[in-house]
């Protein structure tokens, strides 16, 4: 049985008083409430301290956003996972469709960061996803096929994520179908039995991705092989981010 992990992206969003306040609300709640899955919460970098600090204690997971492949060195501007790691961090967002468009990123960069992940003790949540036109010309899964192929790193195990992102879904208000969410969390399923073999490919969490709201947490959350979502603008309201959790069968 894979708990559902609702996991909270909060991308270049928030200054120092409203995140520490939004997450310390969101701790608040989970005190005060036996949890029926498990929380994560990736601010950025420069709120990963008062966030920590804020989820003390609560059961929130702090994960970080991006990480570099080295463990340190002459990388400006970049973080490690070992920096992650130390400020609290169990987990960090890997080729998210922002960073493989704004950044360039691509699945054999992915992979090692996955691996810097796994060398630092951080639980990679790996994103793929196809876009509008990639869907359009009917080459959606195939292209998923060939990330998950090429983004996982060798030896993966139990503790790694995927995420499913359409890209055509993230901060749109379009959604996927539960019936295209259905079909392609069943061929990733089939691919991580695959690449992991039977135990670790079915106890890898599959998290779906695409704007994401408690309108249409609860039929997509009860969709088969979804294991949590990953949020973007919703997480940043916490009525909707506990309400997205809330909603978990
Ligand atoms: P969204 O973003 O929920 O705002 O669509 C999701 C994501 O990019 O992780």
């Not at 960061?113 to 949540?125: D, E, N, P, S, V």
């Not at 996982?152 to 749109?172: D, F, H, M």
Request: hydrophobic fraction near 45%.
């Amino acid at each position: 049985m894979r708990r559902k992990l609702i996991a909270g992206n909060w991308k270049m969003n928030g200054l120092r008083a409203g995140g520490a306040a939004l997450a310390g609300g969101l701790a608040e709640k989970c005190r005060a409430e036996a949890l029926t899955c498990d929380f994560l919460v990736c601010p950025p970098a420069h709120l990963l301290i008062p966030v920590s600090e804020a989820i003390a204690g609560s059961g929130i997971a702090l994960g970080g956003q991006d990480c570099h492949t080295g463990a340190s060195g002459a990388h400006t501007g970049d973080l490690s996972a070992e920096m992650l790691a130390d400020v609290g961090c169990s987990f960090v967002i890997l080729g998210h469709s922002e960073r493989r468009a704004d950044h360039g990123e691509g699945s054999d960069l992915v992979q090692a960061k996955a691996l810097a992940a796994a060398r630092a003790g951080l639980k990679a949540i790996v994103c793929v996803g196809e876009t509008a036109d990639e869907r359009k010309a009917g080459r959606a899964l195939e292209v998923i096929e060939t990330q998950i192929r090429q983004s996982l790193p060798e030896g993966a195990g139990a503790e790694l994520v995927v995420a499913y992102e359409p890209v055509w879904a993230i901060g749109t208000g379009l959604t996927a179908t539960p019936a295209d969410v259905a079909e392609v969390h069943a061929q990733i399923r089939q691919l991580l039995v695959e690449l992991c073999g039977a135990g670790v490919g079915d106890a890898i969490r599959i998290l779906y991705g695409g704007s994401v709201k408690p309108a249409n947490a609860a039929e997509l959350m009860a969709v088969d092989n979804v294991d949590g979502a990953l949020v973007g603008g919703a997480s940043l309201k916490l009525e909707d981010f506990w309400a997205i959790g809330s909603s978990c069968p």
